[in-house]
């Protein structure tokens, strides 16, 4: 079973950046898509951001433009750097693994606090 480990959440206040790190094993990482969910109290998850292990990114609207997702496949670690915060993006980011329409398990996560 994948094993995530997400790291790099804290606060910040609006307009500052964070780096989020979510690393991998336990699978070929390589070989899978990446993505980065986010969940705020009383609401759904929802995906945010994806990485195909080829490379092709995807962003929810809410975030295009803010973040950027990337991979490195020799540390098995996906980020999700994050510019020009908002307190709407106050919430836990997750990461998992997406292979053949089946997702891993769902770690921890990080906790993201934008606040003035």
């Known amino acids: 079973q994948v094993q995530l480990v997400e790291s790099g959440g804290g606060l910040v206040q609006p307009g500052g950046s964070l780096r989020l790190s979510c690393a991998a094993s336990?699978?070929?990482?390589?070989?899978?898509?990446m993505v980065w969910y986010r969940q705020a109290p009383g609401k759904q998850r929802e995906l945010v951001a994806g990485i195909t292990s080829g490379g092709r990114t995807n962003y929810a609207d809410s975030v295009k433009g803010r973040f950027t997702i990337s991979r490195d496949n020799a540390k098995n670690t996906v980020y999700l750097q994050m510019n020009s915060l908002k307190p709407e993006d106050t919430a836990v980011y997750y990461c998992?693994?997406?292979?053949?329409?089946?997702?891993?398990?769902w770690g921890q996560g990080t906790q993201v606090t934008v606040s003035s």
């Open positions: 336990g699978i070929i990482f390589s070989r899978y898509d």
């Open positions: 998992n693994s997406m292979r053949g329409g089946v997702r891993g398990n």
